[in-house]
């Protein structure tokens, strides 16, 4: 049965990017230590980076396709011409846009009526594998709190951030149930299934 999962990588006191993120830094100040993991040890977390792009089709927040501040029409993201998805990509946003297209087979499609469309455009779109909630936090949250999300891999990298945007805040009643855990030097994975 297809799924909605969520990966998301966390510092160990529970942030999900840094202070003052801004566009020349969209995930605040130190945030890009948290996804050390993935640039300096692909080999030895293959299964996670694999299990991060299986999906058939990804949900975004505004700021993790373009940053806070003006929306900018001419803004493709920040994955280049070539994003890693190679699927749907579902964007929330109160700022309507017709859908981009990029190479390898993503398509970023701006949702402007919440989240429950959000997922059953995308839902649509996955065919017979999983739906993926990409972030960031507050898109998690809204899910989380929802009771939208069947499981939570979180990536917990070995920094304390301080402050930031904190994944869990507001989250409440949530019921996870450890099913998977591994790692490395740089990065703590643990898989969680949500009881709904």
């Known amino acids: 049965?297809?799924?909605?999962?969520?990966?998301l990588t966390i510092s160990l006191d529970g942030f999900a990017?840094?202070?003052?993120?801004?566009?020349?830094?969209?995930?605040?100040?130190?945030?890009?230590?948290?996804?050390r993991?993935?640039?300096?040890e692909p080999e030895s977390n293959a299964a996670a980076l694999e299990g991060i792009l299986?999906?058939?089709?990804?949900?975004?927040?505004?700021?993790?396709?373009?940053?806070?501040?003006?929306?900018?029409?001419?803004?493709?993201g920040w994955w280049g011409e070539e994003p890693p998805y190679h699927a749907p990509v579902f964007v929330l946003t109160h700022h309507p846009r017709e859908p981009l297209e990029m190479q390898g087979?993503?398509?970023f499609n701006f949702v402007t009526d919440g989240i429950e469309s959000a997922l059953g455009q995308a839902w649509k779109a996955a065919g017979n594998k999983d739906v993926a909630i990409a972030g960031g936090a507050q898109t998690v949250r809204q899910y989380l709190?929802?009771?939208?999300?069947?499981?939570?891999?979180?990536?917990?990298?070995?920094?304390?951030l301080g402050s930031g945007e904190r994944l869990l805040d507001g989250v409440a009643n949530l019921q996870l149930e450890p099913t998977?855990?591994?790692?490395?030097?740089?990065v703590t994975h643990v898989r969680y299934q949500i009881i709904h």
């Open 105 to 107: 087979g993503t398509t």
């Open 17 to 35: 990017a840094g202070p003052n993120q801004s566009r020349a830094e969209p995930l605040g100040e130190s945030g890009e230590l948290l996804h």
């Open 145 to 160: 709190s929802a009771g939208l999300i069947d499981e939570l891999r979180l990536h917990i990298a070995p920094i304390v």
């Open 37 to 40: 993991w993935q640039f300096e």
């Open 54 to 76: 299986a999906a058939g089709a990804y949900i975004m927040g505004r700021n993790m396709f373009a940053g806070p501040g003006d929306w900018d029409e001419e803004w493709r």
């Open 180 to 186: 998977e855990a591994s790692g490395t030097r740089l």
């Open 1 to 7: 049965m297809n799924r909605v999962t969520c990966d």
